[in-house]
């Protein structure tokens, strides 16, 4: 079993950043990629970015430039630093992480950008 608690969401205005850590627990040595997706209401859930164990990035064509995911892995905790943030960023961001039976997810947090 792996655990992941997700933090940082919030409201703010266009334009400006946000960070969002994942902190995990658990099983946390069978994790390789953990990543963040986002889903907005009425869309269907999307990936936004993906980091492997050996620091191997990637990113949705939509925020890319904009969004950094990084990781520690002495502290089990992955980040997703978000600049230039736009409205249509806005949706509730989860945590993912795969290990080799499948995957765990976060509850979400809930990221707001206002026009």
């Known amino acids: 079993q792996v655990q992941l608690v997700e933090s940082g969401g919030g409201l703010v205005q266009a334009g400006g950043s946000l960070k969002l850590s994942c902190a995990a627990s658990?099983?946390?040595?069978?994790?390789?990629?953990m990543g963040w997706y986002r889903q907005a209401p009425g869309k269907q859930r999307e990936l936004v970015a993906t980091i492997t164990s050996g620091g191997s990035t990637n990113y949705a064509d939509s925020v890319k430039g904009r969004f950094t995911i990084s990781r520690d892995n002495a502290k089990n905790t992955v980040y997703l630093q978000m600049n230039s943030l736009k409205p249509e960023d806005t949706a509730v961001y989860y945590c993912n992480a795969g290990v080799p039976w499948g995957a765990y997810w976060g509850q979400g947090t809930q990221v707001t950008i206002s026009s």
């Open positions: 658990g099983s946390i040595f069978s994790i390789n990629a």
